[in-house]
């Protein structure tokens, strides 16, 4: 039997982000993915992800993010490309919502360089732009964009040169833990390692039934509209922005290597689950993102050029959960990461690594799992559906 000082349980972000951060403490370290590295089917679809500093949601998340920003740009060195493009972010609120005021809360706290405008200042600098006047803006010259192809491939390149291997399209059938180690069962074979780090996304409560872990399923949109003219939507001229109002917490990117104003909406989202996620966009799904956009945004039109349906795994509280197991220490969870998880990537696959590897690591009290004990349903949704327990595994137990 082939055996391993870590398997990762899970190719997709945070497992590749766990693979390398267990390659550099020179653990040997096997990571099985059911798909492709890299697929749309998970939550790292889409191209683009978001990274920002001045975290609106806690300032608690200032120093992950910080410690993961250097890591992206360790990444880029090890890997000899580019993920990372900064462009500068704006967050804005329209009246009686508070998002800027929020993350310009944490840039304070924090001492991160950040401005906050006025609308007018807003619009002159970006001239793609019409905020409102009575709205706030902070702007923030460390945001940009993650290409998650490009970062997801980095890691796992990375990663392999420094000894790790990734099996694709080989599922997980099953684990046990004991105090000898874990073993993993797969199609293909059966595995031994001393610990096992679970980063299966929206198939984590499937694979971890027996915790009943509060996860919930929600699905996203993300699209691409026309624009009249995309020069001023484009990297160097337009910022990735937020847009906090009645229409959503919408957000975006400069136009970059692909056609199209990549937009979403962070909020809301039908509860669903991994079996049964309804992948097909419907005609009229947009309506409520373009009119937000058109909002804000000169020259946007209702056009869409591509759609692409992708999930968050909620937790109650929307904060992840990256701790060990409560009664199999040699089993370390990253779950929950509440469609906001990919900027810290780099920085949740050290904590994995180092839970994973040295049982003297204590967890980031937000992100263990005895708070969600206190916690007892969604705060995201109230017809949250959980997530499908045991789906077709054969606990090997
Ligand atoms: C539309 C959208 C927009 C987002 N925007 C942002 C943003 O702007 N900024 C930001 O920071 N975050 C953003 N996020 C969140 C971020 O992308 C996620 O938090 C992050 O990708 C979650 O990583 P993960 O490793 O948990 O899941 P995934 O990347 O999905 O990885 C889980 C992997 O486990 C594999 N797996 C599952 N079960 C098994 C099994 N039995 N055997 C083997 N493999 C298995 C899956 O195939 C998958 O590859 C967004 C998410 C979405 C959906």
Redesign the pocket.
């Known amino acids: 039997m082939a055996t391993f000082d870590a398997i990762v ?7 590749t982000a766990a693979a390398w951060a267990l390659a550099k403490r020179g653990a040997t370290t096997l990571v ?4 492709a590295h890299v ?1 749309r ?6 191209r ?4 920002r500093h001045a975290y609106a949601e806690s300032p608690e998340y200032v120093p992950i993010v910080q410690r993961a920003d250097d890591l992206w740009l360790e990444l880029e060195r090890e890997a000899g490309n580019r993920v990372l493009h900064r462009t500068g972010g704006v967050e804005l609120s329209a009246p009686g919502y508070g998002h800027a005021r929020a993350a310009r809360r944490s840039a304070e706290l924090h001492g991160l360089p950040h401005e906050w405008i006025s609308p007018a200042e807003v619009n002159r600098r970006w001239p793609a732009m019409s905020v409102p006047e009575d709205w706030d803006a902070l702007y923030s010259p460390q945001v940009g ?2 290409e ?1 192809e490009a970062s997801l491939r980095a890691l796992a390149t990375v990663a392999r040169r420094r000894g790790a291997t990734i099996h694709e399209g ?4 099953g684990w046990q833990a004991d105090s000898s180690g874990v073993t993993v069962a ?1 199609n293909a074979a059966t595995y031994r390692a001393d610990s096992l780090i679970v ?6 409560g ?2 971890l039934g027996e915790l009943g872990l509060p996860l919930t399923l929600l699905r ?3 699209w691409w509209l026309r624009v009249d003219d995309p020069a001023p939507f484009s990297v160097g001229r337009f910022p990735v922005f937020i847009a906090d109002s009645a229409a959503g917490e919408i ?1 975006g990117f400069p136009i970059h290597d692909h056609p199209g104003l990549k937009i ?1 909406d ?1 909020r809301g989202g039908s509860p669903t689950t991994v079996e049964t996620i309804d992948r097909t966009v419907r005609d009229d799904e947009e309506r409520g993102v373009v009119a937000g956009a058109q909002q804000l945004f000169r020259g946007v039109t209702d056009r869409v050029l591509e759609s ?1 349906v ?4 909620m937790t109650p509280d929307a904060d992840f959960v990256v701790d060990r197991h409560p009664t199999r220490p040699n089993v370390t969870i ?2 929950g ?9 780099t920085a949740i696959g050290e904590m994995l690594a180092d839970l994973a590897l040295d049982a003297s690591v204590e967890p980031v009290p937000r992100l263990a799992l005895a708070r969600l004990a206190a916690l007892s349903s969604p705060q995201v949704t109230d017809t949250g559906v959980p997530i499908a327990r045991g789906s077709g ?1 054969r606990a090997l137990r």
């Open positions: 349980l899970g190719g997709g972000t945070m497992g099985l993915e059911q798909f697929h089917l998970g939550a790292h679809g889409g683009t992800r978001v990274i964009f993650l998650t080989e599922p997980v059938r797969t980063t299966a996304g929206a198939w984590t499937g694979l996203k949109v993300l957000y979403a962070h692409l992708c999930h968050y795994t990253g779950a990461f509440s469609g906001h998880g990919f900027k810290f990537a595994l």
